[in-house]
């Protein structure tokens, strides 16, 4: 048994240690042939390596090790990585300090190591694999960040227990490390995605004249405001999806005209927002996609059994697959960049699906749908007894005063409640009630309306933080305090 | 002979490996001297001990060198191994190579090392 006089000094000496690795790494990414900080990470972490294995800090001890194998195939790479990996050293270096600062026999729920342990896992195969010309880039940039959306995923646990340690204890350190995580987790502010799709116009009314085909484009978008990810998703989509409809989709006017249609083909791009999902549809009049012939060559692929009764559905997945190309659609779209097994990787990558329905002989209707909720949402907000970080719940929640007797202490309940924080008799009741729930939490007054703006949310935690008039704080989900 | 007879010199930049490896063998009863540089070498330097266990990446010279030099330069006679977490292979080669008695891995854990400095030293 090691005494806790050294597990003490362990621990302060190795968040030290994490500070000095976590500057040497940030001083590579930007100038990654300075030889000082690159002497520093090795020598930093393989210290820290023995030091955790001696005093049997082995989820330490693990880390560090994963850490030594990123560092070295960074240096192999003489310092020049993705954003993935930047991203996975980073959050090596901070899941060590958040097992550093833990207390003594807690546990911090949520952190799930291993899984985390995997993806860097993950982040090195993938960065080994990388000069391997098997997939096309476009598709192997987003595979990279499908893991990296994994990675904030566990991550975003890790910030909230972060945030609650901190209303516990607010050291200095701790607010630090929570700044550190916010930056990581939060979302990107949204932007308007208008601008990025109406572009495209230009380029595909000289898209058109190019292949002398006559089209009137319509674009109908909803002036909506959404993460990066999604606008780069449905930038990407509109490019592409309309390019194939010209190019594919939409005939010469005199086949039109022979096949008893206008000789002006009509190409819909539509973006509405309802109930929290994004729909973007690109529609066109053409000539329809030819599911027999992708069934074809689906088979002759290897991708589908000559025999399988397979659905339009299944049919349409394959036409977002890397190197998948028809008459009817293509993955390259005539030489002119990147194409649809990109605009399917973008999509899913943003948490979305593309479906196609066609309708051969009249025409193609894509749909993208992305889940996007609103950010700010209506809440009810109010302060418990012993602090002042402002808890909010969301307005959909009916609430109404009821005496104190009884009421769940928020704090208390979340393992935070510091001594004295449920103060018998003061402040009072606040009845939450949604459905068949019905949740009863302690307040120090009456609640007030304000707006709320996740922050940070992880699935199944009964807490997001949010900025809650403009403070950060806790927006609870009150069926989990129950 | 007793372990309180025993002296072992750990040679190491980091207080930790320091405290907890002065600690566990202190506790097994060995009488273990601390260091954490050059210096602090220096000045233990005409002591004479049963055991060294030499860390080897420090900031000031690689610990092989330095056992190298007590070993051969400085006629130390007691066993010098060195006590690092690189990998197995390479410490048994660089421990051949500075001409010494072995290696034990810090990756193993403190009880591992109690062990087998119980063991190096009965035989």
């Given at each position: 048994v090691i005494p806790e006089q050294i597990i003490n000094r362990f621990r302060v000496v190795s968040i030290e240690r994490l500070d000095k690795l976590e500057a040497a790494w940030a001083a590579l990414m930007s100038l990654p042939d300075d030889p000082a900080p690159a002497a520093t990470l090795q020598r930093e972490a393989h210290t820290l390596k023995g030091d955790s294995r001696v005093v049997g800090y082995t989820d330490v001890n693990l880390l560090c090790h994963k850490l030594e194998d990123l560092l070295e195939l960074a240096r192999q790479r003489r310092y020049r990585v993705g954003e993935d990996f930047d991203l996975a050293v980073t959050m090596a270096i901070r899941f060590m300090a958040i097992l550093l600062r833990k207390?003594?026999?807690t546990e911090l729920g949520g952190i799930d190591l291993p899984g985390f342990v995997h993806q860097i896992d993950g982040v090195l195969a993938e960065t080994r694999r990388q000069?391997?010309?098997?997939?096309?880039a476009m598709a192997r940039t987003y595979t990279r960040k499908t893991e990296v959306a994994a990675i904030r995923a566990r991550v975003a646990q890790a910030a909230i227990d972060l945030f609650l340690e901190r209303l516990r204890d607010d050291r200095p350190r701790l607010r630090r490390a929570w700044v550190a995580l916010r930056e990581v987790v939060a979302p990107a502010p949204p932007e308007p995605v208008g601008p990025h799709l109406s572009k495209h116009e230009a380029g595909a009314r000289a898209l058109a004249d190019d292949l002398g085909k006559q089209v009137e484009l319509r674009f109908d978008l909803a002036p909506v405001a959404v993460p990066p990810d999604i606008v780069e998703a449905l930038d990407l989509a509109v490019l592409h999806l309309v390019r194939n409809a010209l190019d594919h989709g939409v005939e010469p006017p005199r086949v039109r005209v022979d096949a008893g249609k206008q000789p002006t083909a009509l190409v819909d791009v539509r973006l509405i927002a309802r109930d929290g999902v994004l729909e973007l549809t690109v529609t066109d009049d053409?000539?329809?996609?030819d599911f027999d012939e992708v069934r074809d060559r689906g088979i002759a692929l290897g991708l589908?059994?000559?025999?399988a009764d397979v659905g339009v559905d299944e049919l349409g997945a394959l036409l977002f697959r890397p190197g998948f190309s028809t008459r009817a659609v293509a993955t390259d779209v005539s030489g002119r960049g990147v194409g649809l097994d990109a605009v399917g990787a973008a999509v899913a990558a943003a948490g979305g699906r593309i479906a196609v329905v066609p309708e051969p002989g009249k025409g193609t209707r894509w749909t993208v749908t992305i889940p996007s909720a609103p950010t700010r949402i209506a809440a009810t907000v109010f302060r418990a007894p012993g602090t002042d970080t402002p808890l909010a719940v969301d307005a959909g929640w009916a609430v109404e005063v009821v005496p104190?007797?009884?009421?769940?202490?928020v704090l208390d309940a979340l393992g935070?409640?510091?001594?004295?924080?449920?103060?018998?008799?003061?402040g009072v009741g606040l009845r939450f009630r949604r459905g068949s729930c019905s949740v009863v939490l302690l307040a120090a007054g009456r609640p007030v309306a304000a707006s709320a703006e996740n922050l940070v949310t992880a699935v199944g935690a009964p807490v997001s933080i949010a900025v809650i008039d403009g403070v950060e704080g806790l927006l609870l989900h009150p069926e989990a305090l129950a | 002979v007793t372990a309180a007879a025993r002296r072992i010199l750990v040679v190491d930049d980091s207080e930790i490996i320091l405290a907890a490896v002065t600690d566990a063998l202190g506790g097994a009863g060995f009488a273990v001297t601390a260091v954490g540089d050059l210096a602090g070498l220096e000045a233990v330097a005409q002591q004479s001990f049963d055991l060294v266990l030499m860390d080897v990446q420090m900031p000031q010279l690689y610990g092989d060198d330095v056992a190298a030099v007590l070993r051969h330069d400085r006629r130390m006679a007691g066993r010098i191994y060195l006590f690092s977490s690189l990998s197995a292979d390479e410490l048994a080669e660089r421990a051949r190579d500075a001409g010494l008695d072995g290696y034990l891995s810090k990756n193993d854990g403190l009880e591992a090392l109690v062990s087998r400095v119980t063991s190096i030293l009965t035989d």
């Open positions: 207390r003594i026999g000069l391997e010309p098997d997939e096309p053409g000539r329809g996609i589908l059994d000559a025999h104190a007797a009884g009421a769940i202490d935070v409640g510091g001594p004295g924080s449920s103060t018998n008799g003061a | -």
